[in-house]
Nanobody
Framework: QVQVVESGGGLVQPGGSLRLSCAAS????????MGWYRQAPGKQRELVAT???????NYADSVKDRFSISRDNAKNTVYLQMNSLKPEDTAVYYC??????????????WGQGTQVTVSS
């Protein structure tokens, strides 16, 4: 019923930029929090950035000066603008959405992930 789909990943050279998108669809009452996580091979999944329904943002220290998260409430979509990309940014990026299906029920949903590779 609820789908979370990421797009925008790909191969980019160091110093380049990418813009990731994540759209939630289905029976949605409201979206509370949307965020991005990433996981590199052999490493733990880590928080990249989050944004609340009120627009409050939070970033990992490793990306706070280079990445920017934003959302379009009308489209139930969250974006991650990634600038000055480094090889260590290479990972599968996952979208996470905390949404309400009704006034009294909320759940967390994950996208399938999109690969970001930073290499020369």
């Amino acid at each position: 019923q609820v789908q979370v789909v990421e797009s925008g990943g790909g191969l980019v050279q160091p110093g380049g930029s990418l813009r990731l998108s994540c759209a939630a669809s289905g029976s949605i009452f409201s979206i509370n929090v949307m965020g991005w996580y990433r996981q590199a091979p052999g490493k733990q999944r880590e928080l990249v950035a989050t944004i609340t329904s009120g627009g409050s943002t939070n970033y990992a220290d490793s990306v706070k000066d280079r990445f920017s998260i934003s959302r379009d409430n009308a489209k139930n979509t969250v974006y991650l603008q990634m600038n000055s990309l480094k090889p260590e940014d290479t990972a599968v990026y996952y979208c996470n959405v905390i949404l309400a299906l009704s006034r009294s029920s909320a759940n967390s949903y994950w996208g399938q992930g999109t690969q970001v590779t930073v290499s020369s």
